[in-house]
């Protein structure tokens, strides 16, 4: 065989390999855009190299098994969600949060709160801990805020009665502790027009700044 068309051989196979290799890289570049919060881990989800390729996740070895080759074509569906490909005692489909398997690449927004997706391929990876709930000025959590509110923080106080479940509900003026103020504060409010509380305020709602690490539970949020 002549030079030239040696090396215009090679010169084609070399663009076959070329395309070969980077079509292979574009589908599995799609491939975390198919699978609902997949930007959140993106690759890491199936590859335990977080660039992608390689060794795969448990949750990408269940993936394999239901795609092609090089395909970029759907395959997120309820039998892949239900899944518990990690092992963690969550199903896939929760860790992305859409259980049912429902959802759709496209047209369908990200199910839930990106910020709460976990990695359905890694065992250890808890989920965010649930922001805690209150209403400010609701000292008694009876989902109200009213006079019975500053008389239960009057009689924790002076009484020795029951504490707050949450102390943040209780710190009716949001300056970061529970003292007589927080009683005066609300009455004014109430009878006097006085301010109003702090956010979270009148609903339930997270603490802003300053309230909710201490608050174990309120159960007119719960």
Known sequence: MKNSARRALLMGFSILLASSVRGGLEARGCRPDLIPN????????????????????????????????????????????????????????????????????????????????????????????????????????SGTVDISDGVFTLGFLFRSERRPTCDSAADSNGDGGIDISDAVYLFQYLFAGGNTPPAPFPACGEAGKGGGDDCEESAACG
């Open 38 to 141: 997949g930007g959140v881990h993106r690759c890491s989800s199936c590859h335990v190299n977080s660039r992608g390729g390689g060794r795969r996740t448990p949750f990408g070895q269940d993936v394999r098994d239901v795609i092609r080759s090089g395909s970029c074509a759907e395959f997120w569906e309820a039998e892949l969600a239900a899944l518990d490909s990690d092992g963690d005692g969550r199903s896939n489909g929760e860790e992305l949060l859409d259980p049912s398997g429902s959802w759709r690449p496209q047209g369908d927004p990200c199910p839930g709160d990106p910020a709460r997706a976990t990695n359905p391929g890694v065992s250890d990876d808890p989920p965010p801990a649930l922001p805690v709930l209150f209403i400010r000025g609701d000292s008694n959590s």
